[in-house]
């Protein structure tokens, strides 16, 4: 006969401890580290949105241009984040802009080799000159463009590919910083008038964007187009260089586009509130538009008409409609 098996108890003081389970807490370990990693990627900033400008919502721009209503003394396309203009007071805006859904990766949707067909040749060479190297360049292409004086009159000189990349980028967007704006500020101040007792935006005001509706609504499509083609390497690598490493500048351009002629045309009095020191629109869904389609709002119902004209124009050249 087998004689029984011990009783389970405590081992005896001459037996061996059984061997510790180490590989628990190392599992533990890995696992803990793995979370730690993991929540750092998560709040991890998009090194997008660190770049000067740079986008929340879409990769950004670099540096970028503003917003709701325009800054005291902003051109239509320069102006400050969530607001119109307060008693003559320019405002910055955040570097900052928020587009709508950038120009998507892949193919481009409209191809500038085919913009004006083997006429208008596209100079590679463009892509490796830098900020004052393509301002000289640009000014000196210019030569007998019509309107040149103008344009240089409306148009600031000193980086200028980035800044009209900038300034394009963030019109479909929430805001954009007057300290990068492609344009010279509009004269005066913003205009307001009292309508049953309410601020709203006074009818004379529009007539401060006169002369920058008559230069823009005069401008030769097809050679402004061609100058663009020309020099596209330079605007195309300055896009990419601001946030959008697989976009294609050109179909932003449409993009932004679009979104101005998608701009309402309110009919009467565009009443104001003033929560702090700048105005917005009273009516939240003029506040809630693009900085592009409240540019348009501003200017006035006359102005933006000629202004969406010469987009169907240059918007035709560009997607090779015309």
């Known amino acids: 006969m087998t004689s029984p098996a011990p009783a389970a108890g405590p081992p005896s003081s001459g037996e061996a401890a059984p061997p510790r389970r180490w590989w628990i807490w190392v599992i533990l370990v890995v696992v803990?580290?793995?979370?730690i990693a993991a929540a750092w990627m998560l709040m991890k900033p998009d090194p997008r949105r660190n770049a000067p400008g740079a986008v929340s919502s879409a990769p950004k721009a670099g540096q970028t241009p503003s917003s709701a209503g325009t800054a005291t003394g902003s051109a239509p396309g320069a102006v400050t984040p969530g607001s119109t203009e307060?008693?003559?007071?320019a405002a910055s805006g955040s570097p900052a802009g928020t587009p709508a859904a950038p120009a998507g990766a892949g193919s481009p949707r409209y191809p500038v080799d085919r913009i004006l067909g083997a006429?208008?040749?596209?100079?590679?060479?463009?892509?490796?000159?830098?900020?004052?190297?393509?301002?000289?360049a640009i000014a000196a292409a210019l030569g007998n463009?019509?309107?040149?004086?103008?344009?240089?009159?409306?148009?600031l000189p000193a980086d200028l590919v980035q800044k009209i990349v900038l300034t394009i980028d963030n019109l479909p967007g929430d805001s954009?910083?007057?300290?990068?704006?492609?344009?010279?500020?509009?004269?005066?101040?913003?205009?307001?008038?009292?309508?049953?007792?309410?601020?709203?935006?006074?009818?004379?005001?529009?007539?401060?964007?006169?002369?920058?509706?008559?230069?823009?609504?005069?401008?030769?499509?097809?050679?402004?187009?061609?100058?663009?083609?020309?020099?596209?390497?330079?605007?195309?690598?300055?896009?990419?260089?601001?946030?959008?490493?697989?976009?294609?500048?050109?179909?932003?351009?449409?993009?932004?586009?679009?979104?101005?002629?998608?701009a309402p045309s309110p009919a009467g009095a565009i009443f104001l509130e003033q929560p702090?020191?700048?105005?917005?629109?009273?009516?939240?869904?003029?506040?809630?538009?693009?900085?592009?389609?409240?540019?348009?709002?501003?200017?006035?119902?006359?102005?933006?008409?000629?202004?969406?004209?010469?987009?169907?124009?240059?918007?035709?050249?560009?997607?090779?409609?015309?």
């Not at 803990?32 to 979370?35: V, Y």
């Not at 307060?86 to 007071?89: E, F, I, N, P, Q």
């Not at 006429?119 to 000289?136: G, M, N, R, V």
């Not at 050679?223 to 896009?239: E, G, W």
Request: no cysteine; net charge positive; aromatic share 10%.
């Open 32 to 35: 803990a580290g793995a979370l």
């Open 86 to 89: 307060a008693s003559g007071t």
């Open 119 to 136: 006429d208008s040749p596209i100079d590679p060479a463009s892509a490796a000159l830098d900020a004052a190297a393509s301002d000289k």
């Open 145 to 155: 463009f019509p309107g040149r004086e103008q344009l240089l009159r409306f148009v």
């Open 176 to 262: 954009m910083s007057m300290q990068y704006r492609a344009v010279v500020a509009t004269p005066g101040s913003f205009q307001i008038e009292r309508r049953d007792g309410e601020p709203a935006i006074a009818l004379q005001n529009a007539r401060r964007y006169d002369a920058f509706v008559a230069f823009a609504s005069g401008l030769d499509a097809r050679r402004l187009v061609a100058l663009y083609k020309r020099f596209y390497p330079l605007f195309q690598k300055t896009y990419r260089s601001i946030g959008y490493p697989e976009g294609h500048f050109n179909d932003r351009v449409v993009q932004a586009i679009d979104d101005l002629l998608a």
């Open 276 to 322: 702090r020191v700048l105005y917005e629109f009273a009516e939240s869904s003029l506040e809630r538009r693009s900085v592009g389609q409240r540019i348009m709002i501003r200017v006035g119902p006359e102005h933006a008409a000629k202004l969406k004209a010469k987009l169907r124009e240059l918007r035709a050249v560009l997607t090779q409609e015309s």
